[in-house]
């Protein structure tokens, strides 16, 4: 187990982060990133998947109507990117976006009330899921910036 070894260490919000110790052995693979890792005696010969597990989580209560007067206000569009599933998928695409707190929910701790406005954000869900990639998330401006940056670096 990684985090028995040091290698991990809590982090909020149930994420798991590498410790220092853990950071300077991926710094020492040859790429110096890690995704994940297998070692050889962990693989099992068949691989199975499907298994139910009883898992319980806190969740945090979401407003239909802050959503929907978010999504009237800045329209199915994302935030970020400018993805529009209408437009890329015709009807099947349409009414679809996941709607994004600005600050997150679970750092608040407590109910409070929203401004669907100034609070929330359209956000397509691959650009949702970016910006909770680190904990805490980075910003939408950030997010902008390196999808700026990126598309900047790849010349054709």
Not at 39 to 57: F, M, S, T
Not at 150 to 155: L, T
Request: glycine share 8%.
């Amino acid at each position: 187990n990684l985090s028995e070894y040091g290698y991990l260490e809590k982090s909020k919000r149930g994420y798991w982060k590498l410790s220092k110790r853990g950071a300077e052995k991926a710094a020492a693979l040859s790429t110096g990133k890690l995704f994940h890792i297998i070692y050889p005696d962990d693989v099992p010969g068949n691989v199975v998947e499907g298994a139910k597990r009883k898992v319980a989580v806190n969740t945090y209560e979401r407003s239909a109507e802050a959503r929907q007067k978010c999504i009237e206000y800045y329209g199915y569009k994302c935030s970020v990117c400018g993805f529009d599933f209408f437009e890329a998928y015709g009807d099947r695409g349409r009414h679809f976006i996941h709607v994004h707190h600005i600050v997150p929910i679970s750092s608040i701790g407590e109910s409070y009330v929203v401004d669907p406005i100034s609070d929330l954000r359209p956000i397509c869900p691959n650009c949702h899921a970016m910006v909770h990639r680190t904990d805490p998330p980075c910003s939408i401006e950030e997010l902008k910036q390196i999808i700026k940056a990126s598309s900047s670096n790849h010349v054709d």
